[in-house]
């Protein structure tokens, strides 16, 4: 298959009234650290090195020590093409739960495919590289608002594919969808997640410009909510806010597969949904170097680990406990893990697998969100960071961005893909 890169800047307009893909266009600067990544082929040299946070998060480096090896991600979005040659080999049985015609490796859009190559792809024929390309996706196919009216499909795809998702061998479910109404069934299908030990990651959304409403699954306790910064470690303008934000990854200035023809990427934001593979990706590579801990014991380490200027028990409702840093742990060997069967999310004891190494410290009790967290988020900052290297962490949404949004579908709730 050969494919090229749109110089066209891609806007995607899936936010409809049902559900959305959570995507943005933003313009953006520099994370503080130098970029050049030399690539293998001309062709990767138009996409891989667009793809600026692998040298700001150290990948290279990480990768001599983990790749994701023996982690699976269970990916619930558009479908996985299975067949493009970066997800070649990397993607296992999952399921359709749209209930319409094709199966969970037919990608009606293109989304689900660019996020399990934001995981886990491999790089092959000079496409998208994964932060964490040893590990393995498990597809998840629901239905987002614009592919929903052509076909007749099963109004509980979401929480079927979560369930599903739980009873898979997936260590994460990585889901860039939202909802705008909290759905019992949905919440139950959360809750079964975790009981089954699973690490879930969901878009906090990208309307904070348009009403900042609540985002579900983001939203619910059991799921970690996942907001987009740029190369300079700010919060995406349209990146939404509040208590359902709990950390922060890159998701401006990111390529993604244009359509569901799969012949080329385009420029433009992936916005929390890129954040949110990147996030996924990111324990990925936490949880296969430490295979003995659990979901609660590699959260733990992320939210210790993150980058932050403010005071390590506050969360900030634009970066929750900060952008997102793998490397302090799999380079520094940093992050503190705590008990294995309290979760970092509700400081309740949770009834998955504990793993075999001995916590070192207990959880401590909810951090609050603090004034000062926020008014610090809002007004950056930029420090050195014990990473070695200038991570700029100068928050505050001040990026100048279009909002990726529009369509509708009339159902009485409201799903997204960020």
């Given at each position: 298959?050969?494919?090229?890169?749109?110089?066209?800047?891609?806007?995607?307009?899936k936010?409809?009234?049902?559900?959305?893909?959570?995507?943005?266009?933003?313009?953006a600067?520099?994370?503080?650290?130098?970029?050049?990544?030399?690539?293998?082929?001309?062709?990767?040299?138009?996409?891989?090195?667009?793809?600026?946070?692998?040298?700001?998060?150290?990948?290279?480096?990480?990768w001599?020590?983990?790749?994701g090896?023996?982690?699976?991600?269970?990916?619930?979005?558009?479908?996985?093409?299975?067949?493009?040659?970066?997800l070649?080999?990397?993607?296992?049985?999952?399921?359709?739960?749209?209930?319409?015609?094709?199966?969970?490796?037919?990608?009606?859009?293109?989304?689900?495919t660019?996020?399990?190559?934001?995981?886990a792809?491999?790089?092959k024929?000079?496409?998208l590289?994964?932060?964490?390309?040893?590990?393995?996706?498990?597809?998840?196919?629901?239905?987002?608002?614009d592919?929903?009216?052509?076909?007749?499909?099963?109004?509980?795809?979401?929480?079927?594919?979560?369930?599903?998702?739980?009873?898979?061998?997936?260590?994460?479910?990585?889901?860039?969808?939202?909802?705008?109404?909290?759905?019992?069934?949905?919440?139950?299908?959360?809750?079964?997640?975790?009981?089954k030990?699973?690490?879930?990651f969901?878009?906090?959304?990208?309307?904070?410009?348009?009403?900042?409403?609540?985002?579900?699954?983001?939203a619910?306790?059991?799921?970690?909510?996942?907001?987009?910064?740029?190369?300079?470690?700010?919060?995406a303008?349209?990146?939404?806010?509040g208590?359902?934000?709990?950390?922060?990854?890159?998701?401006?200035?990111?390529?993604?597969?244009?359509?569901?023809?799969?012949?080329?990427?385009?420029?433009?934001?992936?916005?929390?949904?890129?954040?949110?593979?990147?996030a996924?990706?990111?324990?990925?590579?936490?949880?296969?170097a430490?295979?003995?801990?659990?979901?609660?014991?590699?959260?733990?380490?992320?939210?210790?680990?993150?980058?932050?200027d403010?005071?390590?028990?506050?969360?900030?409702?634009?970066l929750?406990?900060?952008?997102?840093?793998?490397?302090?742990?799999?380079?520094?060997?940093?992050?503190?893990?705590?008990?294995?069967?309290i979760?970092?999310?509700?400081?309740?004891?949770?009834?998955?697998?504990?793993?075999?190494?001995?916590?070192?410290?207990?959880?401590?009790?909810?951090?609050?969100?603090?004034?000062?967290?926020?008014?610090?988020?809002?007004?950056?900052?930029?420090?050195?960071?014990?990473d070695?290297s200038?991570l700029?962490?100068?928050?505050?949404?001040?990026?100048?961005?279009?909002?990726?949004?529009?369509g509708?579908?009339?159902?009485s709730?409201?799903?997204?893909?960020a």
């Amino acid at each position: 298959m050969t494919v090229v890169v749109s110089q066209t800047r891609k806007r995607r307009t899936k936010l409809g009234l049902r559900r959305r893909l959570l995507g943005a266009t933003a313009v953006a600067a520099a994370w503080g650290v130098v970029f050049g990544v030399a690539t293998p082929s001309a062709f990767a040299a138009d996409v891989q090195s667009k793809q600026w946070y692998l040298d700001a998060m150290q990948a290279e480096e990480m990768w001599k020590t983990t790749t994701g090896t023996g982690i699976k991600v269970a990916v619930i979005d558009t479908g996985v093409n299975s067949s493009t040659p970066s997800l070649n080999g990397q993607v296992l049985k999952g399921l359709d739960a749209t209930g319409a015609e094709g199966s969970e490796v037919d990608d009606y859009d293109g989304h689900g495919t660019t996020m399990a190559e934001l995981i886990a792809g491999t790089g092959k024929g000079g496409g998208l590289k994964g932060l964490a390309p040893g590990a393995k996706i498990i597809p998840m196919r629901v239905a987002d608002s614009d592919w929903q009216p052509k076909e007749s499909v099963n109004s509980l795809d979401t929480t079927d594919a979560i369930r599903a998702a739980a009873d898979s061998d997936a260590n994460i479910i990585s889901m860039s969808f939202g909802n705008d109404f909290k759905l019992d069934e949905e919440l139950e299908a959360v809750k079964y997640a975790q009981r089954k030990g699973k690490l879930f990651f969901a878009a906090v959304g990208n309307e904070a410009k348009q009403g900042n409403p609540v985002s579900y699954p983001a939203a619910y306790p059991e799921v970690v909510g996942v907001s987009s910064a740029d190369r300079d470690g700010k919060v995406a303008e349209y990146s939404q806010n509040g208590d359902t934000v709990d950390i922060a990854a890159p998701g401006n200035d990111i390529p993604n597969w244009c359509d569901e023809t799969f012949q080329e990427y385009c420029e433009g934001d992936g916005g929390t949904s890129a954040a949110t593979a990147i996030a996924s990706a990111s324990a990925a590579l936490v949880w296969s170097a430490h295979p003995e801990w659990t979901a609660n014991q590699v959260l733990n380490v992320l939210f210790d680990t993150a980058s932050r200027d403010w005071e390590k028990d506050t969360l900030s409702k634009y970066l929750g406990h900060g952008l997102i840093r793998p490397s302090m742990n799999i380079l520094k060997g940093k992050g503190e893990p705590g008990a294995p069967d309290i979760s970092p999310l509700t400081k309740e004891k949770t009834s998955g697998s504990a793993g075999s190494a001995a916590p070192s410290a207990s959880a401590s009790s909810q951090p609050a969100k603090k004034d000062e967290a926020d008014d610090a988020a809002m007004a950056g900052s930029s420090t050195k960071k014990d990473d070695d290297s200038q991570l700029g962490l100068i928050l505050g949404g001040v990026a100048v961005v279009l909002v990726l949004g529009g369509g509708a579908f009339a159902l009485s709730r409201k799903r997204r893909t960020a």
